[in-house]
DNA sequence: TAGCCGTGGCC
DNA sequence: TGGCCAAGGCT
């Protein structure tokens, strides 16, 4: 894509290069008063920016800086973590969220070992093709750590581009991405690439926001072609997200007679991979395997508090077949649990159970001692669960 | 291509 | 409360 195709086929009014020259000064200047303070901005080091790039995927800075901090003192280099545990790698990253990026990374850092002689790529392509590094983050350090002209194209880029350029594009489109990517291509400094772009977001995330958006406080209205032309309230375009899919789940709280707790690792793919959780069932598993569906039915968005003894026979079936233990569940419902996904919304309902100590256990599951918590990488639905628990109230 | 993949904050 | 949003990438 080139200028003529932006030109032509998206409708951009491209700059001549007195007002590229003139953006550029204005947009950096700004930064130089402004930019914000942040512990990865102290750097050139192409591990530590990857690293901070990497925990900002999705992710707002004020969660990412503890993370960070601990992440570079524990991992100092990228041999120390390739050369890590991937339980102590998730541990770490416990509560950020999207785990794959710490697994990616993990895998990554063993490739810049093997392939790279343990120093970081400089070309984008070779950065690309690293794990978890896709063309936003493969700019984002060739242009922060290197100083090569590349685009690093955000949310908050299209975001900005898209009110000054006055872009008609859906950017939530993924395909469009390239289209933002050769826009930014055009007016990039050569000079200052990183700054450029880091330049952008930070307007992105402090002024040309999405929401409460004042284009009268931006430092380059007078470039912005929404603002002039007084369209600004349409941009960007953007598509509505989808509705998260509502899934109900019980949770077994299995205690065997020494008081620890059976907790299952996750599958190495799919959701939550490879962090711990107590076993849970899916209702329409449940529903599936019984003569009576209906008795799972859940009325007015909540499960009875109490089972009846057939329900609790079913439990106890689908238990001995997933986890082959003879068990016995509570009727009482020790409480709920709701848990928000990007693409799932889950409600879950705690039923505490009993087995005999000693027995054999699948490969994938262990007895957690309460007070061993620290030593598994657990999600925060995990901890809600647990904390539910041993809070009854909160039913 | 579109669905999957976490969590917290905001209104 | 529910939907949106936050320095995206993988399959």
């Not at 920016?49 to 800075?61: A, D, F, H, R, Y």
């Not at 059976?262 to 991979?273: F, I, S, T």
Request: proline content about 6%; glycine content about 4%; some cysteine.
């Amino acid at each position: 894509m080139d200028r003529k195709d932006l030109e032509e086929k998206y409708g951009i009014d491209l700059w001549d290069d007195q007002t590229r020259q003139d953006f550029r000064e204005t947009l950096l200047a700004w930064y130089d008063q402004e930019k914000r303070d942040l512990p990865w901005r102290q750097t050139k080091d192409p591990y530590k920016i990857w690293v901070s790039e990497i925990m900002l995927q999705q992710t707002q800075v004020a969660t990412v800086i503890p993370y960070y901090e601990k992440f570079i003192q524990t991992y100092p280099d990228i041999k120390s973590l390739a050369e890590s545990n991937e339980d102590d790698l998730l541990r770490l990253w416990q509560g950020l969220g999207y785990y794959s990026r710490a697994r990616n990374m993990r895998q990554a850092a063993q490739q810049i070992m093997e392939d790279y002689g343990g120093h970081f790529p400089k070309d984008p392509k070779e950065i690309k093709k690293l794990k978890g590094i896709g063309p936003y983050t493969s700019g984002a350090i060739a242009s922060m750590a290197f100083d090569q002209a590349e685009p690093a194209v955000d949310g908050n880029l299209m975001r900005v581009l898209a009110r000054v350029f006055e872009v008609d594009l859906d950017v939530k489109k993924s395909s469009n991405r390239k289209v933002f990517e050769a826009l930014t291509k055009e007016i990039i400094d050569p000079d200052r690439p990183g700054d450029f772009n880091q330049a952008m977001m930070d307007l992105g995330a402090t002024i040309s926001t999405p929401k409460n958006y004042n284009p009268e406080l931006s430092p380059i209205k007078e470039f912005d072609q929404s603002y002039l032309n007084d369209t600004w309230r349409r941009y960007p375009v953007a598509s509505s997200n989808k509705k998260a899919k509502k899934e109900v789940y019980l949770a077994l709280l299995v205690k065997d007679k020494d008081g620890d707790y059976l907790v299952e690792k996750r599958p190495a793919k799919g959701l939550l991979a490879n962090l711990w959780l107590f076993p849970i069932i899916n209702l329409e598993d449940l529903k599936q395997a019984s003569q009576d569906p209906e008795s799972w039915q859940v009325k007015q968005g909540a499960l009875q508090e109490v089972l009846d003894q057939d329900q609790v026979n079913q439990v106890q079936a689908y238990f001995k077949d997933h986890y082959h233990l003879p068990s016995q569940f509570n009727q009482q419902v020790q409480g709920q649990v709701s848990h928000a996904f990007s693409h799932l919304n889950w409600s879950i309902y705690l039923l505490e159970g009993q087995v005999d100590s000693g027995q054999a256990i699948p490969d994938q599951c262990e007895w957690l001692s309460p007070d061993q918590r620290e030593a598994y990488a657990f999600p925060k639905v995990q901890e809600k669960i647990w904390e539910t628990y041993f809070n009854p109230s909160l039913f």
